[in-house]
């Protein structure tokens, strides 16, 4: 487990297991879990103990290959079954982030093209193994990119966690940070807290310090005071699913307010997210906005902070209209909402 000493990874294979940092502890504690079937890891995206598009995509494509790798039979048949059963499963555990769906449709084609159990066993657990390294690959893509729009002195609000452990490693929105800052450029990042589960206050400020990346870390409710003062010269966020065809941005909630703020104070507001998180199938109209449990509204850390007897609401993504975004980073480049669909394969 030593890869996590240097650099930050969320996700890995290790014999026969997938290891995950269970984000739940952080920043107290940095504690490993070891997944040994597909069920462990539906259950770890459901709660949340890995979250982030695309570390949720990776994690379902290891948890497919846990779903075949490790059952013993001589008949394809069996195994191709068992793969569907996994598949509905993790399909199943959160609605919104589109590669969720990308990761197991990608692993679903490669096992369906196979012709016997070792070929079908091979195949997938090498296809989740490759999304893994791609997703780095990707990450780092998108920072250099994106770090061609930061400039010196740049004071960088961040909402939730768009950073390496949302992803396999580096990030997206945090990996355009990581790229700026370690080519020198000096900058500052706000970190929104992210109310109600608390990423940014919990992981964005976690992994930044523990890279000495200059962050502040501030309410949601004060992001727009500091554009009006001036405090915020960029936005960049991540997303869970972007609609191709319109280009609007699903992410986490709140990130609409920032972007309607950002607008108004004439903030650049980039949303940085891998291909993969570009949804070409659907409208609008068909996406589902996970609806979590009211819990996290009532409590904080388990501590209830609001009287007995009220009741709470909790989507927990919004939808940012496309003229609210500046540009698209993506490890194809850097795009307008408008320009997406170019980029369908
Ligand atoms: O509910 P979460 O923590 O899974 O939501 C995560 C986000 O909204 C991130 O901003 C998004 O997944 C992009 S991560 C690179």
């Not at 890869?3 to 504690?31: F, M, N, Y």
């Not at 409710?221 to 972007?242: C, H, P, T, W, Y």
């Amino acid at each position: 487990m030593s890869k996590a000493c240097s650099e930050l990874r969320t996700i890995w294979w290790d014999r026969g297991s997938v290891i995950i940092i269970d984000q739940r502890l952080l920043p107290h504690k940095l504690k490993y879990l070891r997944l040994k079937s597909y069920v462990e890891v539906a259950k770890a995206i459901k709660n949340m103990v890995i979250r982030g598009a695309p570390a949720i995509g990776v994690a379902a494509a290891m948890g497919l290959a846990l779903a075949v790798v490790n059952l013993k039979t001589n008949n394809r048949e069996i195994l191709m079954n068992r793969l569907e059963k996994a598949a509905d499963t993790i399909r199943s555990t959160r609605p919104t982030a589109v590669n969720l769906f990308w990761a197991i449709d990608r692993v679903m084609e490669v096992a369906r093209e196979t012709s016997s159990v070792e070929e079908l066993k091979k195949k997938v657990l090498e296809e989740a193994l490759k999304m893994a390294e791609e997703d780095i690959e990707v990450n780092k893509m998108i920072g250099e990119h994106g770090s061609k729009l930061i400039e010196d002195g740049d004071r960088i609000l961040t909402h939730c966690n768009a950073g390496a452990l949302a992803t396999v490693g580096y990030g997206t929105a945090l990996g355009i940070i990581r790229t700026a800052y370690r080519q020198g450029k000096k900058i500052t990042v706000y970190a929104s807290e992210t109310r109600p589960r608390l990423q940014g206050a919990k992981l964005t400020v976690w992994e930044l310090l523990r890279e000495h990346i200059p962050v502040k870390l501030i309410t949601d409710n004060m992001a727009a005071f500091l554009m009006q003062r001036g405090e915020i010269s960029k936005v960049i966020v991540g997303a869970d699913r972007i609609i191709a065809k319109t280009g609007h941005v699903i992410n986490k909630i709140g990130t609409l307010s920032h972007a309607i703020a950002a607008k108004y104070y004439g903030v650049p507001f980039i949303v940085a997210a891998p291909v993969s998180s570009i949804d070409f199938k659907n409208v609008l109209e068909e996406v589902v906005i996970e609806e979590r449990d009211v819990r996290e509204v009532l409590y904080i850390d388990n501590v209830r902070i609001a009287p007995k007897g009220v009741e709470a609401i909790n989507p927990a993504f919004d939808i940012t209209p496309p003229e609210l975004v500046s540009y698209i980073v993506t490890e194809r480049g850097i795009f307008k909402p408008s320009e997406l669909r170019e980029l369908c394969k």
